[in-house]
């Protein structure tokens, strides 16, 4: 079982910055995927980021250019670098281990995996 803890959350201006970041701890050696998920206030759910175990990243649409995902090198640590943040970015943002393999990391259910407690962002304009 592998544990997630997420923090950096705040609140920021249009333009602004931030960077998340969670910790992990347990087997996160079995852990072939890890995401970044968020939801907004009367949203649904939406992958955000994901790194596999080869490196490979991928990201959701409306950030790409803007938001970048990496891990420390030894993998306890995931982080994602938010940029230009708008007001759509606010929510509540979750780390996760385990998202489903390729394409479809983005479709991870919340009852798959292991997820953190969240972490919010709020962008104002």
């Known amino acids: 079982q592998v544990r997630l803890v997420e923090s950096g959350g705040d609140s920021v201006q249009a333009g602004g910055s931030l960077r998340l970041s969670c910790g992990t701890s347990?087997?996160?050696?079995?852990?072939?995927?890890m995401a970044w998920f968020r939801q907004g206030p009367e949203k649904e759910r939406e992958g955000v980021a994901r790194i596999d175990s080869n490196g490979e990243i991928d990201y959701g649409e409306s950030v790409k250019g803007r938001f970048t995902i990496s891990q420390d090198n030894a993998k306890k640590f995931l982080y994602l670098q938010m940029n230009m943040l708008k007001p759509e970015d606010s929510g509540m943002y979750y780390c996760?281990?385990?998202?489903?393999?390729?394409?479809?990391?983005?479709?991870?259910?919340?009852?798959?995996?292991?997820w953190g407690q969240g972490t919010q962002v709020t962008v104002s304009s």
């Open positions: 996760m281990a385990d998202c489903w393999p390729g394409s479809s990391w983005s479709k991870t259910p919340f009852n798959f995996g292991s």
């Open positions: 347990g087997d996160t050696y079995k852990t072939h995927c």
